[in-house]
């Protein structure tokens, strides 16, 4: 109970200490901003999602109590409620039951777990991602007038020294930045959820208190009615408003979840290649640097999920390697 109280306090502490560096302005706060999940995973995965509730409510009320109602209900949105549930999700599992050998057959069956699937766990942080970014551009405006106006002038105040004329190579770039935030929102915020998870998973992991086995990550599949969600929200894109706005946000979303995805069918389809790892620091190096070619991923991802690419490699080759 003492243990269970320590970490109440300590990971709240810590969470909500990352999520207040935000107003200092410095841009090594927003780093901290984006790691604020990570205390309450860490406690999610080793002392239980009780324990994350907790810390996530003492947090969410000390910033309230600091910084105002609004600014402990943005934590509660974005930073709590998205710890402790996929922290949950992460534990989920359920006894099945195995069939002893032949030669063991009069001993009773060892419970064995099927837990969540990773694959699962992915697409909640697709639809974590879209909702905190949609929570995030609707305190701008109500309407997608509104909020494209406010984003253009906050870059406007960025990008224009004061009492400068506004260039128009400038003028065309504020525009692609505009139209680009809300896309480029929702995936930063599907890459640091998702980091931050694994992070978390490895934390827990190292110090012996994570409860499930770990997962071969290069399986991870997302579930097939993602495919199909995808292309609803793409045909949404284009109806614009408030709506497109929206549908904008959960695409990028999604795309995000199936570039993460590509880079599983990448970890399957080079693992009889001698330079493996090499191909591989290639490729996330290239990704990291360049940005664009993510698109790579995400086009691996997709025909992966529609032409079942890991599955024909697998069917063709032997056993595959160590997971790594």
Not at 18 to 30: K, N
Not at 189 to 209: D, Q, V, Y
Not at 223 to 236: E, G, Q
Request: with cysteine; aromatic share 8%.
């Amino acid at each position: 109970m003492t243990s269970m109280i320590f970490m109440v306090l300590a990971a709240g502490a810590a969470s909500a200490l990352m999520f207040a560096s935000i107003t200092s302005g410095e841009l090594f706060s927003l780093l901290l901003c984006y790691l604020a999940p990570l205390p309450l995973m860490v406690a999610a995965m080793g002392w239980g999602p009780t324990t994350a509730a907790l810390s996530g409510v003492a947090a969410g009320c000390g910033l309230a109590a600091v910084f105002g109602p609004a600014y402990g209900l943005a934590f509660a949105i974005t930073v709590a409620l998205p710890a402790w549930w996929l922290g949950h999700l992460a534990l989920l599992g359920r006894p099945i039951a195995v069939q002893p050998d032949g030669a063991h057959a009069s001993r009773p069956a060892a419970p064995e777990f099927e837990w969540y699937p990773v694959g699962r766990i992915l697409l909640w942080t697709s639809g974590f991602a879209a909702l905190t970014t949609i929570a995030a551009l609707l305190t701008l405006g109500t309407d997608a007038g509104a909020i494209t106006g406010v984003l253009r002038r906050g870059l406007l105040r960025i990008f224009q020294p004061p009492g400068a004329p506004l260039a128009e190579e400038t003028e065309r770039w504020i525009e692609a930045l505009v139209m680009l935030a809300p896309a480029a929102g929702a995936a930063v915020a599907e890459l640091t959820l998702t980091l931050n998870l694994w992070l978390a998973a490895k934390i827990t992991a190292t110090s012996g208190r994570l409860h499930r086995p770990w997962p071969d990550l290069r399986t991870t599949t997302l579930p097939p009615m993602t495919l199909a969600v995808l292309c609803v929200a793409i045909a949404f894109c284009f109806t614009g408003g408030l709506a497109a706005l929206m549908a904008e946000t959960v695409t990028s979303a999604l795309l995000m979840a199936y570039a993460l995805a590509g880079f599983a069918v990448l970890h399957t389809l080079t693992q009889s290649l001698r330079s493996r790892a090499l191909w591989l620091g290639v490729t996330y190096a290239v990704v990291m640097v360049f940005t664009w070619p993510i698109m790579a991923m995400i086009a691996l991802g997709l025909a992966d999920a529609m032409f079942g690419l890991r599955e024909r490699y697998l069917r063709k080759r032997p056993p595959p390697l160590p997971a790594s």
